[in-house]
C-alpha cells in the first residue's frame, strides 16, 4: 500500500468521528496546503515548461486551477467550471504546449483533491465527495480537449485563408509574367524579323530606310517598357525610398507638360495648365510626382483625338495638394473604372497598338501616389472624356514641418501679379 494512501485513510478515519464535510469545505479548509502541494506537482512533474515558473508562479497557477472548481461547488453551476478550462487551455495555447500539458495539470490536480477528500471525508460523504470531484474532473478533460479543438479549427481556418491569399497572389504573378512575356515578345519579334532581311542582303536600298525605321520604333517601344517595369518594381518595393524635399509643385506641374508637349504637338492635343495660384511647397519626391502627372498627361493625349485638350490644374486643400488632368478624348466605359488601375490594361486595345504603350502607368501612377500617403481617382464618362485626380499630404507621409524659408516659398506666398488664377494659360511650348 503506497504511503499516501495509507495516510489517507487513516486521516479519513479520523475524520468520520467528527463532523462530516462537503467537498468544497475540505477544499476550502485545505486551500494553502492544496495549492503548496499542487505547485510542487507542478515542478516534480518532469515537464520542461514548469521550470520556466517561479515557485510563486507555480502556485499562482495552482491557485487559477483551484478557484473555478471552488465557485462552481459554492454555486453548485458548473458554467462555472468553464473558467478553470479556459485558463488551462488557453495559457497552454498562448505557450504554444501541447493538450497532454494541460491534461497534465488536471491530473495532478485531481490526485491532490482525490488524496484530500478521502482522508477528510466522513463515511456517509466519501461517496457523494468523490462523486462531485470524478465529475469535474471529467468536464475539464473534455472542455481542455474541446477547446484545443476549436483552436485548431480556428487555426485550419486561418491557414485556408492564409493559402488562399497565397494562391491568388500566385496567380496574378504567373498573369503579370505572361502578359510581361507577350509585351516583350512583340517588340522583339519585329526587331528580330526586320533585322534578318537586312542582315540577308534581301531588301532593296529603297525601303531599307523603313526597315530601319521600323527597328528602331519596336526597340523604342521595347526600351520604354523595361522602363515602365522598372519603375513598377520601385513603386512596389517598401524597400526603394522616395528622395521626399520640400519643392514646387507649380515647377513639378510645368516639367511634366514639357515632357509630354511633343507628343501632344505631333496628335494636334493642346496642354492647358491652369494658373495654379498659392500653391504651398509640398514635402514630396518631386521626380516621382512628376512621372505621375506625366503618366497622366500621356493617357490624356493618347486616348485623345485631334483638336483635343487636356488640361491640368492644382489648388490647396486643407492639409492637402489636389492635382487634376482632364480631357475630352474617348473616356471610359463603367465596366472598365476599376480595371484601368491593374498592369497591362488597355482600355482601346486597337488605340493602345497604334499608339504604344503596355498599360503600365496608371498602375505606376497608382502606387507612386500612395506612397506618397495620398490616393487617387477617376471621373469619366464614355465619349467625353476622363478627368484624373490624385492628392498628397502637404506635409508628406510622415507629417514633416516646414520650417525653413527659401525664395521659392516666398514666390508661393506671393499673389501672383494678376487673378487670373482660374484663367487656362498655354504651356512654354506651343500648341496646335
Known amino acids: 500500500m ?20 462537503s467537498l468544497l469545505q475540505i477544499i476550502e479548509s485545505n486551500l494553502d496546503t492544496l495549492k503548496t502541494r499542487v505547485a510542487q506537482g507542478f515542478r516534480g512533474a518532469g515537464r520542461e515548461v514548469y521550470e520556466t515558473f517561479t515557485d510563486e ?18 454555486f453548485e453551476d458548473d458554467f462555472l467550471f468553464t473558467f478553470f478550462l479556459d485558463y488551462a487551455s488557453g495559457r497552454s495555447a498562448e505557450q504554444g504546449l501541447p493538450i497532454e500539458d494541460s491534461l497534465l495539470a488536471l491530473n495532478i490536480l485531481a490526485e ?14 466519501l461517496k457523494e465527495n468523490l462523486r462531485l470531484l470524478s ?46 512575356s507577350h509585351e516583350l515578345k512583340t517588340p522583339l519579334t519585329s526587331i528580330i524579323a526586320y533585322s534578318e532581311q537586312l542582315r540577308n542582303g534581301d531588301v532593296p536600298p529603297v525601303i531599307q530606310a523603313e526597315f530601319i525605321q521600323v527597328i528602331h520604333e519596336q526597340s523604342t517601344k521595347l526600351f520604354q517598357l523595361i522602363e515602365d517595369l522598372l519603375d513598377l518594381s520601385k513603386a512596389g518595393s517598401e524597400q526603394s525610398h522616395l528622395n521626399l524635399a520640400w519643392s514646387d509643385l507649380a515647377s513639378v506641374l510645368e516639367e511634366a507638360i514639357g515632357t509630354v508637349q511633343a507628343r501632344a504637338v505631333e496628335k494636334g492635343v493642346k496642354l492647358v495648365l491652369h ?13 516621382r510626382i512628376q512621372q505621375v502627372v506625366w503618366n497622366l498627361l500621356t493617357n490624356a493625349v493618347k486616348y485623345n483625338h485631334g483638336g483635343g485638350v487636356a488640361e491640368v490644374s492644382a489648388r490647396h ?28 490594361h488597355q482600355t482601346d486595345e486597337a488605340l493602345a497598338l497604334k ?37 498628397i499630404p502637404v506635409a508628406g507621409p510622415d507629417g514633416q514641418e516646414d520650417e525653413t524659408p527659401s525664395p521659392e516659398r516666398e514666390r508661393a506666398d506671393t499673389p501672383a501679379e494678376s487673378e487670373r488664377a482660374d484663367t487656362p494659360r498655354p504651356s512654354k511650348q506651343p500648341s496646335p
Open 2 to 21: 503506497r504511503p499516501g494512501t495509507q495516510r489517507a485513510g487513516e486521516e479519513r478515519v479520523a475524520a468520520s468521528m467528527g463532523n462530516a464535510k
Open 57 to 74: 508562479e507555480l502556485e499562482t497557477l495552482a491557485w487559477s486551477h483551484l478557484d473555478p472548481i471552488i465557485q462552481s461547488l459554492r
Open 112 to 125: 491532490e483533491l482525490w488524496t484530500v477528500a478521502v482522508a477528510e471525508s466522513a463515511d456517509d460523504e
Open 135 to 180: 465529475v469535474i474532473i471529467s468536464k475539464g478533460k473534455d472542455g481542455i480537449a474541446g477547446n484545443y479543438l476549436s483552436q485548431r479549427d480556428k487555426l485550419l481556418e486561418e491557414l485556408r485563408r492564409s493559402n488562399g491569399l497565397l494562391m491568388e497572389h500566385s496567380k496574378r504573378k504567373m498573369d503579370f509574367l505572361a502578359k510581361v
Open 275 to 287: 494658373e495654379p495660384g498659392r500653391l504651398p511647397r509640398v514635402f514630396m519626391d518631386p521626380f
Open 317 to 344: 486643400a486643407g492639409d492637402r495638394v489636389e492635382i487634376t488632368v482632364a480631357d475630352d478624348g474617348i473616356g471610359i466605359g463603367p465596366e472598365d473604372l476599376e480595371a484601368i488601375w491593374q498592369g497591362f
Open 355 to 391: 499608339e504604344g504603350g503596355a498599360g503600365l502607368g496608371l498602375d505606376i501612377a497608382r502606387q507612386f501616389v500612395h506612397r506618397h500617403g495620398g490616393r487617387i481617382w477617376v471621373e469619366s464618362e464614355l465619349g467625353k472624356g476622363s478627368t484624373f485626380t490624385f492628392s
